[in-house]
């Protein structure tokens, strides 16, 4: 099956830094990959996503990129804030809507 | 606004007790899920529903059952409560793309 390996799991940035979160993938079949993110007490919630015939999207201060040769897409946030603070999953979906398998978690802190 | 209610947030149980959690959705999608949420583990599929009374095993189902009786109610079962099952759980859904899940605001269960 599906393997998402995700780094780093904690990331600390200073207010106004870039952060970037990588993930990796094993199944060459997989073909969308979402983002979510997860604030203290509550459930996931998505952020972005790509699909695998795209290789970069971009929304307001948050892209997200694909490669698929390398089995591997990451997470950028630019112009980081406090709000910002938060854990983020990776993810990535092969097969039906079933198959979705999430990263380990980064837990990132934007300190003011 | 999609709505997934997971009525209990937060259990204490003992061990070898029956728990039920309950998750209701407003949003008349066909596919529920449960998850299981742990620290450097992401989160791990523990079952599925297409449909009323239909299910699917996930990637962890061992220790768990769920029950749909009802297209906007998907129950997770603990017949036999383990300490190894203290988690946060989350139900989660998905309209016939598969593409965005929504999650609920999770459960956290502590087995004692």
């Known amino acids: 099956g599906e393997n998402v390996e995700q780094h780093p799991s904690t990331l600390s940035v200073q207010e106004g830094d870039s952060a970037v979160i990588k993930c990796t993938y094993s199944d060459s079949a997989s073909n969308y990959f979402p983002w979510y993110k997860q604030e203290l007490g509550k459930g996931p919630q998505l952020i972005i996503d790509i699909r695998s015939n795209v290789g970069e999207k971009k929304d307001q201060r948050i892209a997200v990129t694909l490669n698929k040769t390398a089995k591997h897409f990451s997470l950028h946030i630019t112009e980081t804030q406090p709000e910002d603070s938060a854990v983020y999953f990776c993810?990535?979906?092969?097969?039906?809507?079933?198959?979705?398998?999430f990263g380990t978690g980064t837990k990132l802190q934007v300190i003011p | 606004d999609v709505k997934v209610t997971q009525s209990s947030r937060y259990l204490v149980k003992r061990t070898g007790e029956k728990v039920f959690l309950e998750c209701v959705q407003d949003?008349?999608?066909?596919?529920m899920f449960w998850y299981r949420q742990d620290p450097g583990l992401g989160l791990r599929l523990i079952y599925f529903?297409?449909?009323?009374?239909?299910?699917e095993k996930g990637d962890i189902p061992e220790g768990y059952s769920v029950s749909r009786e009802k297209k906007e109610r998907f129950s997770l079962i603990l017949e036999s409560a383990s300490t190894n099952q203290t988690s946060m759980y989350l139900c989660a859904i998905t309209g016939i793309s598969g593409n965005t899940i929504y999650f609920g605001e999770g459960s956290w269960l502590t087995v004692v």
């Open positions: 949003m008349d999608h066909e596919n």
């Open positions: 529903s297409y449909d009323v009374k239909m299910k």
């Open positions: 993810a990535a979906r092969s097969g039906g809507y079933q198959k979705v398998t």
